[in-house]
């Protein structure tokens, strides 16, 4: 099989970002919200559709920021993406106000559930804490930092 092809939305405040903890994985960590891309959609289109179906909202003004490739390990399997990072802006100010946002998430493999869970404000510096749970995908945190 070859890689998945995804999109994310980094949502900015300031030195915060929006993001969820990675559920089950084999490596713990954060991720923005987003998803697979369906074949024949674009990136941008997806991306959109991701954050109406997570968040029930409507994401302002999307922009790629660039790509990134990501290979990790989930249950025990080598999976292996294509990620396309966007920035863009939440609809309403209060989103920003609040300490998290709950999500609905579609499950990763066809015999998962679907499940809500809660993304959480935080700030990057966070993620490069010694003992820290790390920003996924890899590289991440390293392209948001050169983009000051």
Not at 25 to 46: M, V, Y
Not at 110 to 132: I, M, N, Q
Request: include cysteine; charge should be negative; aromatic fraction near 10%.
């Amino acid at each position: 099989m070859g890689p998945r092809a995804l999109a994310i939305c980094v949502f900015r405040d300031g030195d915060r970002i929006l993001a969820f903890h990675v559920p089950d994985s084999d490596e713990k960590g954060w991720r923005p919200l987003g998803g697979s891309i369906e074949f024949g959609e674009t990136a941008r289109d997806a991306i959109v559709r991701e954050i109406r179906e997570e968040l029930g909202a409507e994401l302002v003004e999307p922009r790629l920021l660039g790509t990134l490739e990501n290979i990790f390990s989930y249950r025990g399997t080598t999976g292996h993406e294509i990620v396309f990072v966007f920035d863009g802006r939440l609809p309403d100010p209060w989103m920003y106000e609040r300490d998290h946002l709950d999500y609905v998430e579609d499950g990763v493999a066809p015999d998962d559930p679907a499940f809500t869970g809660r993304a959480v404000w935080k700030r990057l510096e966070e993620f490069g804490a010694p003992g820290a749970q790390p920003l996924y995908p890899e590289g991440l945190l390293e392209f948001l930092e050169g983009l000051g």
